[in-house]
């Protein structure tokens, strides 16, 4: 009867050997492939990883450029919430890249739709080749309108006639009409210079900090898409290899506001991406440079429009927490993160010219008494510096307010805090609920008591609400926070 053959010793040593080495060839190949690669967010190299691309080897699909190094990876949300809170909604705004001049056309305009919003396409456009006239205080593009040019889109783009007008007379429609020229007729001799990106702007309002805020995110979006956009290359038959707008440029970005509304409170953020302060068209130089105009997507476009009256149900934007980071950045604040304070500390947004919460005064002397552990803080925001503002969010644990723009500090408040949002009676608008749900943050709701206290218009009466029902909305915010970092208090 035959018998197993042993293995030599030699062959019994070297068989182990060698799946430990193709182990190790696996794991080295693998080691520094970034997990946002596998999602379809591309990342730089780590430090010391990098190497120069010869120019003709450099990759030239449109998929190539990466996304500005401040944007955190693609997650996991429904295509609903990805489509307009995530990454997904700039890569569809590049992928829509239609030009609108003909090849013999001076000029080129080059623009970028969205549709997220039913039946209306958003759009922001990108002008090259523009010069400003002094004499009519417009922008000349020398374009020959033709057909929109194929784009990788699952919708058709509309025609340039199609484009929309915004509420507060704003949007791609209102500008082209006012302020651009488009003329098949050459431009006049104009002095070369270096790559300028003069971005129009025409403001809803100058008040109000949502809309403030939706303005200047839409702008930032529309930069962002420019970054990650490849221009075409003249010398090859597909697009080229570099960016719409390079990160070197960003520093010749210029914003122009052409309304006559106050400067307002926030018109130092303007400039988020760039280091040049805001200017008025009034007051821009009379000299015909080159440069390329910036027709961004309005303030009504933003996304985060949509879904304020019903709940969405999405709970991460990293268009959201990028555009946070910035905000804080451009104002020397570090980045949002849960504080580790001994006192939880609690703040009421004080108003003081409509929609006020009656006995306000008494019912926050209530919950220092009853709460020793929580510290209570009472702010008019609107008497202070956008800084001001920011620095105290940052410091807040619970943000108290009845609804309002001030609720839109739930941007910048740090993971894991939350919201308390006292609602006039009636009103059952969600955009503040989800904003909580997309930076982590709870959300505690109420409505006030329905006792008309004006002219029935919710947005100027003074709200009121029973002091009890008051201090048990407070008390579930409060005890929300007890499990959280190094705090440990009995809920009961």
């Known amino acids: 009867m035959g018998a197993y053959k042993l293995a030599s010793p030699r062959r019994a040593i070297l068989a ?84 609108y001049c003909t090849e013999q056309s001076g000029s080129q305009l080059t623009c970028f739709h969205s549709k997220t919003a039913g039946s209306r396409t958003d759009t922001f456009c990108l002008g090259q080749n523009a010069i400003f006239d002094t004499a009519s205080r417009k922008f000349m593009l020398q374009c020959e309108l033709g057909e929109p040019s194929p784009s990788k889109s699952s919708f058709r783009a509309p025609e340039f006639n199609q484009f929309p007008s915004y509420w507060y007379e704003t949007g791609p429609r209102v500008i082209f009409n006012d302020w651009v020229e488009m003329s098949a007729e050459a431009l006049p001799t104009a002095a070369p210079q270096p790559r300028a990106f003069t971005i129009l702007v025409k403001r809803e309002m100058h008040h109000n900090f949502w809309h403030s805020l939706m303005e200047i995110f839409s702008m930032a979006m529309s930069i962002d898409v420019l970054r990650i956009t490849s221009q075409p290359d003249s010398s090859r038959s597909g697009p080229g290899k570099r960016p719409l707008l390079s990160d070197a ?54 996304p985060f429009w949509q879904g304020d009256w019903t709940i969405h149900g999405c709970e991460d934007s990293a268009l959201l927490r990028t555009f946070s980071r910035r905000v804080l950045s451009f104002y020397g604040l570090p980045s949002t993160k849960p504080r580790q304070d001994s006192q939880i500390m609690l703040t009421f947004i004080n108003r003081t010219n409509k929609r006020r919460l009656v006995n306000s005064d008494e019912f926050l002397a209530e919950l220092e008494s009853k709460y020793p ?48 949002e006292i609602l006039p009676p009636k009103l059952n608008h969600k955009g503040f609920r989800n904003v909580a749900s997309l930076m982590n943050l709870g959300h505690y709701s109420a409505h006030a008591d329905d006792a008309p206290r004006g002219n029935g218009n919710w947005q100027d009466e003074d709200i009121s609400m029973d002091k009890e029902r008051f201090m048990a909305l407070i008390d579930a915010a409060i005890k929300s926070m007890y499990g959280k970092g190094k705090w440990d208090y009995d809920i009961v």
């Open 373 to 420: 552990h929580v510290t209570v803080h009472s702010y008019d925001f609107a008497a202070l510096t956008m800084k001001r503002q920011l620095e105290i969010v940052q410091d807040t644990d619970i943000l108290v307010g009845v609804h309002g723009a001030g609720l839109t500090h739930g941007f910048f408040l740090h993971p894991r805090s939350a919201m308390v």
């Open 249 to 302: 440029e960003m520093e010749n970005i210029q914003v122009v506001l052409l309304d006559d509304l106050e400067d307002g409170a926030f018109i130092d953020l303007w400039p988020l991406l760039s280091s040049k302060p805001v200017v008025r068209a009034q007051d821009l130089p009379e000299d015909s440079a080159l440069q390329n105009i910036v027709v961004p997507l309005p303030g009504g476009s933003n």
């Open 16 to 99: 182990p050997v060698a799946v430990i080495v193709v182990i190790l060839i696996f794991l080295t190949s693998n080691a520094y492939r970034p997990l946002s690669e596998e999602n379809g967010v591309p990342e730089p190299a780590p430090a010391g990883m990098q190497t120069e691309i010869p120019e003709d080897d450099a990759p030239q699909s449109l998929d190539s450029l990466s996304f500005p190094a401040d944007y955190s990876p693609a997650s996991d949300e429904p295509s609903f919430c990805a489509e307009r809170f995530e990454v997904p909604y700039l890569e569809n705004l590049r992928d829509s890249a239609t030009r």
